[in-house]
């Protein structure tokens, strides 16, 4: 069974340029999360997904950050513009159902902005 | 609301040495609690989980967590660690009507040959 896939696995960017991070879950599953990982910290949700439905942006810095999961399968997580401190390792993991199963983690997109 | 507060940013051991990695978690309500292993460059990888049966878990690599209600901890322990073992360690909590993980800032595990 194929993983959680995600790219670019790296990317270097300026501060106030953009980009964007993708995320294919396993197949069938209907929950996706983003997470945010800074350097020595534990991941912190970000958003979270119910098939195309979003059920959780609470601590998604909707000024900067945006994202969608529009035919409630694969989901693109974007930055515009970048700030210094959105340098992090962005995971995306998903689950079978909401309350259904473990989550699988994806290897992560970690982004530097310089 | 959840928290998680893991004792220790690094744990060093000798190899063949016991590992203990400590976890104390706050919720509201009767919460699932799981350790995540995270190897560089890697996602993270399910240990183990606690889903209110047995309150002693055991998961892969010879690892294993006990669930003390009364203490509200939920420590990891290895009788005997391997080089293998070395990597990041993240105890994560998961309830009170969130579905999503509230994880701990993690735990450094250096084994020392």
């Known amino acids: 069974e194929a993983g959680v896939a995600q790219s670019p696995r790296y990317k270097i960017i300026e501060k106030r340029q953009s980009v964007a991070f993708w995320c294919n879950p396993i197949s069938g599953h209907a929950t996706l999360y983003w997470y945010q990982q800074i350097l020595g910290q534990g991941p912190k949700l970000l958003i979270q997904?119910?098939?195309?439905?979003?059920?959780?942006d609470s601590q998604l810095p909707k000024d900067r950050f945006s994202a969608e999961r529009l035919k409630g399968v694969d989901s693109t997580l974007k930055i515009q513009p970048a700030k210094l401190e959105d340098s992090a390792v962005y995971l995306c993991a998903s689950r079978l159902g909401a309350n259904t199963g473990e989550l699988f983690f994806g290897e992560g997109s970690r982004l530097t902005v310089l | 609301a959840q928290s998680v507060t893991q004792l220790g940013s690094h744990v060093s051991v000798s190899e063949g040495a016991l590992v203990l990695l400590r976890c104390n978690y706050s919720s509201s309500v009767p919460p699932y609690l799981f350790w995540y292993v995270q190897y560089p460059n890697q996602g993270l990888q399910l240990l183990l989980k606690y889903t209110s049966a047995a309150t002693l878990v055991k998961g892969i690599n010879g690892f294993e967590a006990e669930f003390k209600k009364s203490e509200t901890s939920f420590h990891l322990t290895k009788p005997s660690a391997h080089m293998s073992d070395a990597a990041e360690y993240f105890c994560?909590?998961?309830?009170?009507?969130?579905?999503?993980?509230?994880f701990g800032k993690g735990t450094h595990l250096i084994i020392q040959p």
């Open positions: 997904f119910q098939n195309n439905g979003v059920v959780d």
């Open positions: 994560a909590v998961m309830g009170g009507g969130a579905d999503g993980l509230t």
